[in-house]
């Protein structure tokens, strides 16, 4: 595993460690689980762009009836 070094301001970084341990976490944790989801956007978007196309190019179709049926 690899070593990032960040600068950021004092007080943010307090703020930071402040909250993640109320959250029973570290900053660390934090910013790790940030870049996770930052670097997997690109994928979702795209899976989400081939599940429309996939829906679009399907021949399945509700014949007319709600996707969704109506509630109570």
Do not use: K, W
């Not at 109320?22 to 940030?34: F, K, M, P, Y």
């Not at 690109?42 to 109506?70: F, K, N, Q, T």
């Amino acid at each position: 595993m690899a070593n990032l070094t960040l600068a950021i301001d004092d007080d943010l970084l307090h703020r930071a460690r402040v909250r993640a341990a109320e959250q029973g976490t570290s900053v660390n944790a934090v910013v790790r689980d940030l870049l996770v989801a930052y670097s997997a956007a690109d994928r979702v978007e795209a899976a989400r762009r081939r599940l429309v196309a996939l829906s679009v190019s399907s021949a399945a179709g509700s014949g007319g009836r709600p996707i969704v049926p109506d509630g109570p």
